[in-house]
């Protein structure tokens, strides 16, 4: 049964502040990694994704991959209020993703 | 421009009335998702289309079905609904190759209410 674990948080930084989203996984033979960003009561959207170790930047986010390790990471550089959602981590199989049960984000002003 | 598209986006029906939510995308996937999520929960695979292989998730109930008539359509038949079955229900599409499979990108969801 593959894994993926996530702090459920709530996740509480200060406007301005990195905000660092942590999430381990359980099969070594994953190969694509996934940030989901979900606002409530909206779907799921894809943020970044991630294959290779080491580090991703796009914009203010960074993705970090560490495979020996068995984890991914989200690094979100001056938080913003309208940044508070809650973040899903997905990790392939062969043809779906296995979703963490997110960590909630919170950006205070 | 919509890439992932799901009608109706809010869907009351009655209790054990059949009812068929759609999901249509521009993007040429060939892989094609439906997921249940409810509040505060992890989206929940019930099945999938992989071209035109469908695969079912083990815990998904019978009570549910899906047809994918071409590759742009999919259909998920809830066949008697439950007031359990209320939930925000979550299409989403892949390009998948033999060895890696890319993004999945979600479209807006259906919001199903069971009185």
């Known amino acids: 049964q593959k894994e993926v674990e996530q702090n459920s948080g709530p996740l509480s930084v200060p406007e301005g502040a990195i905000a660092s989203l942590n999430c381990t996984y359980s099969d070594r033979g994953s190969q694509s990694f996934f940030w989901y960003r979900q606002y409530s009561g909206k779907s799921p959207e894809l943020i970044m994704f991630i294959y290779s170790n080491g580090d991703k930047e796009d914009g203010r986010f960074t993705a970090q991959l560490n495979k020996a390790s068995q984890y991914v990471s989200l690094l979100i550089r001056d938080s913003q209020p309208s940044d508070s959602a809650t973040y899903l981590c997905a990790v392939n199989g062969y043809s779906t993703l296995t979703f963490g049960k997110g960590t909630m984000l919170l950006v205070s002003p | 421009d919509a890439m992932v598209i799901q009608n109706p986006r809010y869907q009351v029906t009655q209790f054990g009335k059949p009812v068929t939510l759609s999901c249509s995308q521009t993007?040429?996937?060939?892989?094609m998702y439906w997921y249940q999520q409810k509040s505060s929960q992890a989206p929940k695979l019930l099945f999938h289309y992989y071209d035109k292989d469908f695969n079912n998730e083990a815990d998904t109930p019978d009570n549910f079905q899906s047809r994918r008539p071409n590759t742009s359509f999919c259909f998920l038949d809830i066949r008697s609904p439950g007031l359990g079955d209320a939930a925000m229900y979550l299409c989403?599409?892949?390009?998948?190759?033999?060895?890696?499979?890319?993004?999945?990108?979600f479209g807006p969801g259906t919001r199903l209410t069971v009185t």
């Open positions: 989403a599409t892949s390009r998948a190759g033999r060895l890696q499979l890319y993004e999945q990108y």
């Open positions: 993007l040429n996937h060939n892989v």
